[in-house]
């Protein structure tokens, strides 16, 4: 028995993305330059704004979900036992 092969349509696998990065980063990094604009009332904000979808458009590269997939496991994370001491989760290395 032949195991059946199909071809997979990857632009149906893989998030939304507009310029490079996921949309929900795109937002997140309007927000921040929004933020940033609103506390130094400048238009050097733009900089920040290219300076950190440029550090989203590199992670995407390699894995749209990239940003997902971190949220996911730090959510998942559980306390270690010296965290009410810290306030973090701490590891031995």
Same mark, same amino acid.
Request: hydrophobic content about 50%; glycine content about 4%; proline content about 6%.
């Given at each position: 028995? *032949?195991?059946? @092969?199909?071809?997979?349509?990857? %632009?149906?696998?893989? %998030?939304?993305? /507009?310029?490079?990065?996921?949309?929900? /980063? /795109?937002?997140?990094?309007?927000?921040?330059?929004?933020?940033?604009?609103?506390?130094? @009332?400048? /238009?050097? !904000?733009? !900089?920040? !704004?290219? !300076?950190?979808?440029?550090?989203?458009y590199l992670a995407c590269? +390699? *894995? %749209?979900?990239?940003f997902d997939l971190w949220?996911? +496991?730090?959510? @998942?994370? %559980?306390?270690?036992?010296?965290? +009410? @001491?810290?306030?973090?989760?701490?590891?031995?290395?």
């Open positions: 028995m *032949e195991l059946a @092969r199909h071809r997979l349509c990857k %632009p149906l696998t893989q %998030p939304q993305m /507009f310029a490079g990065v996921t949309y929900s /980063f /795109f937002v997140i990094n309007a927000l921040i330059t929004t933020e940033v604009f609103l506390v130094t @009332r400048s /238009f050097l !904000a733009l !900089a920040v !704004a290219l !300076a950190v979808h440029a550090v989203g590269l +390699r *894995e %749209p979900r990239v949220l996911t +496991r730090v959510s @998942r994370c %559980p306390r270690v036992a010296n965290w +009410r @001491r810290w306030g973090c989760n701490s590891y031995a290395p």
